[in-house]
Protein backbone atom coordinates (compact mmCIF):
# COMPACT_ATOMS: atom_id res chain seq x y z
CA UNK A 1 0.00 0.00 0.00
CA UNK A 2 2.65 1.99 0.41
CA UNK A 3 4.35 1.61 -2.95
CA UNK A 4 0.51 2.99 -4.38
CA UNK A 5 0.62 5.80 -2.20
CA UNK A 6 4.38 6.87 -3.10
CA UNK A 7 3.67 6.25 -7.14
CA UNK A 8 0.70 8.31 -7.28
CA UNK A 9 2.03 11.45 -5.27
CA UNK A 10 5.46 11.17 -6.94
CA UNK A 11 4.87 9.77 -10.47
CA UNK A 12 1.39 10.19 -11.24
CA UNK A 13 0.83 13.43 -11.16
CA UNK A 14 4.21 14.34 -12.59
CA UNK A 15 3.33 12.90 -15.65
CA UNK A 16 0.01 14.27 -15.67
CA UNK A 17 1.09 17.76 -15.84
CA UNK A 18 4.50 16.61 -18.28
CA UNK A 19 4.41 18.02 -21.58
CA UNK A 20 7.35 16.28 -23.37
CA UNK A 21 9.63 18.69 -25.23
CA UNK A 22 12.63 17.93 -27.09
CA UNK A 23 14.89 19.34 -24.46
CA UNK A 24 12.91 17.08 -21.66
CA UNK A 25 12.81 13.76 -22.80
CA UNK A 26 15.37 12.44 -20.80
CA UNK A 27 13.94 13.73 -17.88
CA UNK A 28 11.01 11.61 -18.67
CA UNK A 29 13.04 8.94 -19.33
CA UNK A 30 14.74 8.98 -15.82
CA UNK A 31 10.93 9.09 -14.58
CA UNK A 32 10.49 5.75 -16.66
CA UNK A 33 13.63 4.37 -15.52
CA UNK A 34 12.32 5.07 -11.59
CA UNK A 35 8.94 3.11 -12.21
CA UNK A 36 11.26 0.68 -13.37
CA UNK A 37 13.57 0.21 -10.41
CA UNK A 38 10.42 -0.13 -8.20
CA UNK A 39 9.17 -2.60 -10.02
CA UNK A 40 12.45 -4.63 -10.04
CA UNK A 41 12.98 -4.07 -5.74
CA UNK A 42 9.23 -5.58 -5.51
CA UNK A 43 10.10 -8.77 -7.43
CA UNK A 44 13.47 -8.79 -5.72
CA UNK A 45 12.24 -8.18 -2.29
CA UNK A 46 9.38 -11.22 -2.98
CA UNK A 47 6.10 -8.46 -2.60
CA UNK A 48 3.29 -9.96 -4.93
CA UNK A 49 1.25 -7.32 -4.20
CA UNK A 50 -0.67 -7.36 -8.38
CA UNK A 51 -2.17 -4.29 -7.72
CA UNK A 52 0.99 -1.94 -6.87
CA UNK A 53 2.37 -3.84 -10.47
CA UNK A 54 -0.50 -2.78 -11.88
CA UNK A 55 -0.31 0.54 -10.90
CA UNK A 56 3.60 0.77 -11.88
CA UNK A 57 2.65 -0.85 -15.57
CA UNK A 58 -0.08 2.04 -16.05
CA UNK A 59 2.38 4.18 -14.83
CA UNK A 60 5.07 3.19 -17.12
CA UNK A 61 2.24 3.17 -19.95
CA UNK A 62 1.23 6.73 -20.06
CA UNK A 63 4.24 7.99 -19.83
CA UNK A 64 5.54 6.29 -22.81
CA UNK A 65 1.77 7.72 -24.34
CA UNK A 66 3.11 10.92 -23.93
CA UNK A 67 6.81 9.99 -25.52
CA UNK A 68 4.81 8.66 -28.10
CA UNK A 69 2.75 11.79 -28.61
CA UNK A 70 5.49 13.71 -28.90
CA UNK A 71 7.85 11.68 -31.42
CA UNK A 72 5.21 11.30 -34.21
CA UNK A 73 4.44 14.81 -34.17
CA UNK A 74 8.43 15.36 -34.03
CA UNK A 75 8.67 12.83 -37.47
CA UNK A 76 6.01 14.64 -39.32
CA UNK A 77 7.21 18.05 -39.33
CA UNK A 78 11.54 16.91 -39.20
CA UNK A 79 12.91 17.14 -42.96
CA UNK A 80 16.15 14.75 -42.41
CA UNK A 81 15.69 11.45 -43.39
CA UNK A 82 18.03 9.76 -41.19
CA UNK A 83 16.23 11.50 -38.01
CA UNK A 84 13.00 10.60 -39.40
CA UNK A 85 14.41 6.37 -39.62
CA UNK A 86 16.22 6.38 -35.69
CA UNK A 87 12.56 7.94 -34.45
CA UNK A 88 10.20 5.26 -37.11
CA UNK A 89 12.75 2.92 -34.47
CA UNK A 90 12.36 4.58 -31.73
CA UNK A 91 8.51 5.19 -32.09
CA UNK A 92 8.21 1.09 -33.38
CA UNK A 93 10.40 -0.02 -30.01
CA UNK A 94 7.71 2.23 -27.46
CA UNK A 95 4.46 0.67 -29.02
CA UNK A 96 5.86 -2.52 -28.24
CA UNK A 97 6.65 -1.31 -24.67
CA UNK A 98 3.31 0.15 -24.50
CA UNK A 99 1.44 -3.07 -25.43
CA UNK A 100 3.84 -5.06 -23.12
CA UNK A 101 2.75 -2.65 -19.70
CA UNK A 102 -0.43 -2.85 -21.07
CA UNK A 103 -0.98 -6.08 -20.92
CA UNK A 104 0.92 -6.62 -17.83
CA UNK A 105 -1.10 -4.67 -15.81
CA UNK A 106 -4.29 -6.13 -16.98
CA UNK A 107 -2.89 -9.35 -16.21
CA UNK A 108 -1.69 -8.37 -12.31
CA UNK A 109 -5.14 -6.43 -12.30
CA UNK A 110 -7.37 -9.45 -12.83
CA UNK A 111 -5.06 -11.90 -10.57
CA UNK A 112 -5.82 -8.70 -8.29
CA UNK A 113 -9.25 -9.00 -8.23
CA UNK A 114 -9.32 -12.62 -7.97
CA UNK A 115 -7.62 -12.27 -5.11
CA UNK A 116 -9.73 -9.72 -3.59
CA UNK A 117 -12.93 -11.53 -4.34
CA UNK A 118 -12.43 -14.60 -2.81
Do not use: P, W
Not at 18 to 45: G, H, P, R, W
Not at 85 to 101: F, G, H, N
Amino acid sequence: MLFQIFIKDHFDEKINNLKITYSNINYSEKMANNVKSILDVLEKVGIKNRATQSMCYETLYKLRKKQLHFLVGFIFFEKSEKKKQRTQKLIDQITEEMVDYSEKSLKNAVKFIKKTSK
